[in-house]
């Protein structure tokens, strides 16, 4: 009966080992991380959610990601977003990203945990910021609803490569 006991234990304790292992590698090189919960559980299109990283490196290279929580009753497969960066000098750069929340099967994408599904895509890879400061990201939905319903979180992660 012991010896059972201490099996699961070490079972238990190998697996906790394991997770944290995976989380910190996860985690690692990240520099920002930050999430906006949508208050209504939906978005409208003249919302416009707002980052500010501080970046302090110009010589390293980073990728950009977008995260995306929703639940499955979100209508559509993807979804459009404009993403608008500036600079600490005002410079501005704007571009779209598509993001595929299901497959060519309809399955969804991502991380489900219940009725959620969470999305990390990579927006931009091998980045270099050219000024120190402070950066602003804008991020819109562009779909062709005034108002989408079912989005839940979208979140900005900048990681030094």
Known sequence: MISRISKNIK???????????????????????????LPTKSWDYDSLIQFQAKVNDTTGLYQIWLNVEHTEKYPYANLWLKFIVIGPDSSASVDTINIFFQDKQHRWLGIGIGRRWK???????????????????????????DRLVDIQKIGLTIKKL
């Open 11 to 37: 079972k238990y304790l190998f697996i906790l080992l394991l997770g944290t292992l995976l989380f910190s590698c996860h985690r690692r090189g990240v520099v920002f991380s930050e999430s906006f919960s």
């Open 119 to 145: 999305l990390d895509q990579l927006f931009a890879d091998s980045v270099r910021f050219r000024k120190t400061g402070t950066y602003t990201f804008l991020i819109q939905h562009i779909m062709r609803q």
